[in-house]
């Protein structure tokens, strides 16, 4: 009931103050211009990750004053207060470059640091459980933790190329969690939270979008969907094993892997922004802007039902 309740209202909040962002942000002008590798065809606002912030948060102090129990709502010392301390770093670091632009090695930077902190604060890749044995890593903790989040951050931020497309396949891998994660798990508020504010976003988002969430928002649901990941193979009686996570987010990790090999084989510097990922190729070969995003969102519940049978099996 507290996870419906958190959704809903991440929800409606997303509803309410997505507009208020979109005319804000047209007031300023802070506007996604169309290039040459930018699929929209006029300037659109780019401050959609404010709205889903805001949604976040507002959900979940709402959940936290309903439950009247911290721990319901996630508040552990080794999961919420690493998620929302992570977030709100990456949410100035997003305002920051949805506003002002900034270099990627300086974004990346900050990314590292706020993977950093959550590990700091408890949130920790330690123990892979493998069926064969449980391989302790907390030698490798930092670096193996801060490699996942960062990756997982930039994946989703890579899939953000066409309207709706980074929601949606974030929302496949958000419900494949929580069909993994045991009943009353206490992060099971945030991944309602996040999933209610990812779809009350997108309601303004699909083709022709009239926003998009930018870096802010882009950062915020990688950085929630590897912190969820993290609590789903180190906690409970039966943590899951490393692969089903990477599994549930196929699309975004095969796009990432691909962007790598490509850039490389061609000299280009990895953040040198290319029309070479998957959702492009779709378009090249004559799908529609809404088509290929629900293909590909398709093929990502199709990677969530896969990780689901996995961690069941």
């Not at 899939?159 to 929601?167: E, F, N, T, V």
């Not at 990477?246 to 095969?254: K, S």
């Amino acid at each position: 009931m507290l996870s419906a309740l958190t959704f809903a209202a991440a929800m409606v909040v997303a509803l309410v103050v997505t507009p208020i962002v979109r005319v804000f942000a047209h007031r300023k002008g802070l506007l996604d211009h169309p290039s040459e590798r930018k699929v929209h065809a006029v300037p659109v606002p780019r401050l959609g990750g404010v709205a889903m912030a805001i949604a976040f948060f507002i959900a979940i102090g709402l959940a936290t004053l309903a439950s009247g129990d911290l721990g319901a709502v996630g508040l552990l010392p080794n999961r919420a207060p690493s998620i929302l301390a992570g977030v709100a770093v990456l949410f100035v670091i997003g305002v920051i470059d949805d506003v002002r632009g900034m270099r990627a090695l300086g974004k990346l930077g900050f990314q590292v640091g706020a993977a950093a902190l959550a590990w700091w604060i408890g949130l920790r890749i330690e123990l892979l459980s493998l069926p064969w044995a449980n391989v302790n890593v907390t030698t490798i903790s930092l670096p193996l933790t801060v490699l996942w989040i960062v990756g997982v951050i930039n994946a989703v931020n890579l899939i953000d190329g066409l309207d709706g497309l980074a929601s949606g396949v974030g929302m496949t891998v958000l419900g494949a969690f929580a069909l993994l994660v045991a009943p009353g798990d206490p992060t099971l508020p945030i991944i309602a939270a996040t999933a209610g504010a990812a779809i009350g976003f997108l309601a303004y988002n699909l083709h022709p979008a009239s926003i998009i969430m930018g870096d802010t928002g882009s950062m915020f649901l990688g950085f929630v969907i590897a912190a969820i990941g993290i609590s789903l193979t180190q906690d409970g009686l039966f943590p899951q094993a490393p692969w089903v996570p990477i599994v549930a987010l196929g699309v975004p990790i095969i796009d990432t892997i691909w962007a790598v090999v490509r850039r490389t084989a061609r000299g280009a510097p990895f953040f040198e922004a290319d029309r070479g990922h998957i959702h492009h190729q779709l378009l090249v070969r004559g799908l529609h802007q809404r088509d290929a995003m629900l293909l590909l969102t398709a093929v990502s519940a199709g990677f969530a039902i896969i990780a689901i049978l996995l961690g069941r099996a």
